[in-house]
């Protein structure tokens, strides 16, 4: 897959490919100036200035991992019948799992092991 920066949502199909350890080639056109290779999707994130409407989709992915946790603290601590405990439990488990959690280890930390500079592009690629 080839990215490029000049396009308006090229941080979350970079962030794509991170959640699929998918290669992904990123062509810095609009010369933002990101390093892959020393920066996570969050810092690659603030150095190409990202629009309100990008950061708010990050933080809805946070959002649906903030609500499940509270989906399983209410079930835990709940006086409710038992049959309503599962039903939170389980889509408090999937809303956590799902994408909002994965979305804060991508945005903070997670880094390719392969980072290659060529004449195309910044090359990431997972072993």
């Known amino acids: 897959m080839t990215v490029h920066t000049s396009e308006p949502d090229w941080l979350r199909r ?8 998918h290669s992904v080639v990123i062509i810095d056109d ?24 990008e950061w708010a989709s990050v933080l809805i992915s946070l959002g649906l991992s903030g609500a499940g946790i509270w989906m399983v ?3 835990i601590v709940s006086p409710e019948p038992t049959s309503k405990l599962g039903l939170l439990v389980v889509g ?3 809303l956590i799992f799902s994408g909002g959690f994965s979305a804060i280890r991508i945005l903070t930390d997670r880094r390719p092991p392969t980072v290659e500079v060529t004449p195309r592009g910044i090359r990431l690629t997972w072993e």
């Open 14 to 21: 970079v962030a794509d490919a991170y959640r699929q350890r």
């Open 30 to 53: 609009a010369g933002v100036g990101i390093d892959p290779g020393n920066q996570s999707l969050l810092e690659m994130g603030r150095t190409a200035g990202l629009s309100r409407q």
């Open 73 to 75: 603290i209410v079930a």
């Open 92 to 94: 408090g488990s999937v």
